[in-house]
């Protein structure tokens, strides 16, 4: 029914920078709400980043704080991740998630609360 498609991931070095991209496709209803989690192996899916666009909130997890920047284009139900000063800690397999109505920001950090996922890209900083 939705499909949504991750881009951008890589091997680059500590201090580098990355830009995700994210697409949904497969409907034209509009999100509400836009997110990135990543997971590392053998770790839980974490909390990177959302925006709601109905709610005009902007939230990052603690660690991205000043480094990462999350934005994008409703209309287009496309997001992005803009991710710099990379360290090797940010190594993870990077998943958009999207949620069609917006729900209060403790509820929006659980991944267990997005409607839609895509497959994942890989980023890799080296040290």
């Known amino acids: 029914q939705v499909q949504l498609e991750e881009s951008g991931g890589g091997l680059v070095q500590t201090g580098g920078s990355l830009r995700l991209s994210c697409r949904a496709s497969?409907?034209?209803?509009?999100?509400?709400?836009m997110a990135w989690f990543r997971q590392a192996p053998g770790k839980a899916r974490e909390f990177v980043a959302y925006k709601s666009w109905g709610g005009g909130n902007i939230v990052y997890t603690d660690s991205v704080k000043g480094r990462f920047t999350i934005s994008g284009d409703r209309a287009k139900n496309t997001w992005f991740l803009q991710m710099n000063s990379l360290e090797p800690e940010d190594t993870a397999v990077y998943y958009c998630?999207?949620?069609?109505?917006?729900?209060?920001?403790?509820?929006?950090?659980?991944?267990?609360?997005?409607?839609?996922w895509g497959q994942g890209t890989q980023v890799t900083v080296s040290s």
């Open positions: 497969g409907r034209t209803s509009y999100f509400d709400m």
């Open positions: 998630a999207a949620r069609i109505r917006r729900i209060v920001v403790s509820a929006a950090r659980s991944p267990e609360n997005y409607d839609y």
